[in-house]
């Protein structure tokens, strides 16, 4: 049947229960219990034969005679309903199959117990519409089969899958325990702008839009960093923010448009303790989410108790590309990008081929948590040099293959970063279109004096990844980017 003629056939059903005197769609229920409360409290509430109304989704409906068997859903939990003629009358029993359907949201009245099969359910004594659906579920049609229609339709993807509803679950205990850790360990949790007169904070290209009411152009934040490091100048010692940035990139596995970060900043803090800190709130929220210390992702077992593998750059890239990045010229990466099939498809500078190798070649291996230090300056405009004045005081974090946290000592000499600024103008100039931009008023802000700092800035979808197995970024964001129908 088309899907035009489900959708008649289902008008005519709700214009038979007005017809009837009966609100399709009223704005109250009964419901005394959640079908997981009631599943949880099963055996005591059949013992008591006290009456409850339990309400959800019809997802199955099969008949046998003067009774029909109905599985309801409401988010919390599946029980079985019987609804027979022998306890709502025969001619209720008849309007009942006249007119609900799967997919149709109702509310069921009665008490628990078990059928001759053992089976858990709810006996109706009575029942009500609560939603008449128009349209079928998907596997009543041709089936949510399309990849790309569940995720436009999540709606209906959560409807019909369990374990897209777990994953989402999991995501909101993840964020429920990294705050947790945050707040229990002194830090306070702030908001920061998402328009931004100038975009800065990362290395990307950004979202642009104009606000009428100043008539100015702003831009969607591609990170919070410069506003938190403002917090800390001005005295807030542990700043964090759930934030939600915006890049103007391209898309893949790994990678959405719009994407959800957890990032602090710490005063008085160095690398050393930062690294310290990150085994401490990864493991909690590892344990939180899961159960276990360890998970396993397509395959492969990553234990997230400490400590964690520590690797410099130099180090892995001398392993795995056969250079010594630190000698090496851009004719040498350069040489390497083509010896090893690594496509660069944009003009970038030695330290650019650099990062593009790391990416294509190295990120892959580190399975185990690894944190990645001592990275090229050019690289990370807003870390502290070290001794090395090449390097920064930066680390990377890796678990599984994926980058999930960026860490610097947080440059904070006012002159070096006016400096680290302009350089990235230069490049900006030569065609790099993901250059920082020189922010006067944040360098103004340094001038006024920012103590020692370190932070970072975790991927929360590429976490949530990781803690429900899933293969793309797409199953982890209720309503990823996608491009429309024609």
Not at 186 to 215: C, I
């Amino acid at each position: 049947m088309a899907l035009d003629d489900f959708r008649n056939e289902r008008l005519k059903k709700l214009a038979r229960l007005r017809d009837a005197g009966i609100d399709p769609y009223p704005a109250t229920t009964a419901r005394t219990h959640t079908l997981g409360d009631a599943i949880a409290q099963f055996d005591a509430l059949a013992t008591s034969h006290e009456p409850i109304t339990l309400a959800g989704r019809v997802m199955a409906q099969r008949g046998h005679g003067g009774l029909t068997f109905l599985d309801i859903n409401d988010g919390s939990g599946t029980l079985q309903a019987l609804i027979g003629a022998d306890r709502i009358g025969q001619e209720a029993y008849e309007f009942f199959l006249s007119v609900v359907d799967i997919g149709d949201i109702i509310e069921v009245s009665g008490t628990l117990g078990t059928t001759k099969r053992g089976e858990r359910s709810i006996e109706a004594s009575g029942w009500a519409m609560l939603t008449k659906s128009l349209l079928p579920l998907p596997e009543k049609w041709h089936g949510l089969t399309d990849t790309d229609e569940r995720y436009r339709k999540r709606y209906l993807d959560l409807i019909m899958s369990d374990d897209v509803r777990a994953a989402f679950v999991k995501r909101s205990k993840l964020t429920r325990a990294l705050r947790e850790f945050f707040d229990g360990e002194g830090f306070l949790e702030v908001t920061t702008p998402t328009l931004q007169p100038l975009y800065g904070g990362a290395s990307a290209r950004p979202f642009k839009t104009h606000m009428n009411a100043l008539d100015i152009d702003l831009f969607l934040r591609i990170a919070p960093e410069l506003y938190l490091k403002r917090l800390v100048v001005g005295g807030m010692q542990s700043v964090y923010e759930f934030t939600t940035n915006f890049r103007n990139e391209g898309m893949d596995r790994d990678h959405n448009p719009e994407f959800s970060a957890l990032e602090f900043y710490a005063a008085y803090r160095d690398l050393e303790w930062a690294m310290s800190f990150t085994e401490r709130v990864l493991a909690h929220a590892v344990e939180a989410v899961t159960g276990s210390s360890a998970l396993s992702y397509e395959g492969q077992r990553v234990e997230f108790a400490g400590p964690y593998r520590r690797v410099t750059f130099r180090e892995l890239f001398t392993e795995h590309i056969g250079v010594d990045f630190l000698s090496a010229t851009y004719e040498d990466l350069d040489a390497a990008t083509q010896r090893l099939g690594v496509r660069v498809e944009k003009i970038v500078s030695r330290e650019g081929l650099a990062d593009e190798l790391f990416k294509k070649v190295i990120r892959k291996t580190l399975i185990e948590p690894t944190f990645v230090t001592d990275w090229p300056a050019q690289l990370l405009p807003l870390a502290k040099r070290t001794e090395q004045p090449e390097l920064v005081w930066a680390f990377q974090f890796f678990a599984a293959g994926f980058e999930l946290i960026k860490a610097f000592g947080e440059l904070n000499d006012p002159i070096d970063q006016r400096e680290r600024f302009s350089a990235q103008e230069a490049n900006r100039a030569k065609g790099d279109e993901e250059a920082q931009r020189m922010d006067e008023d944040f360098v103004e802000a340094l001038e006024y004096g920012m103590p020692p700092t370190a932070g970072w800035g975790l991927g929360l979808d590429r976490f949530t990844m990781l803690l429900t197995g899933s293969h793309s970024i797409r199953d982890v964001i209720l309503f990823p980017t996608m491009k429309p129908r024609e």
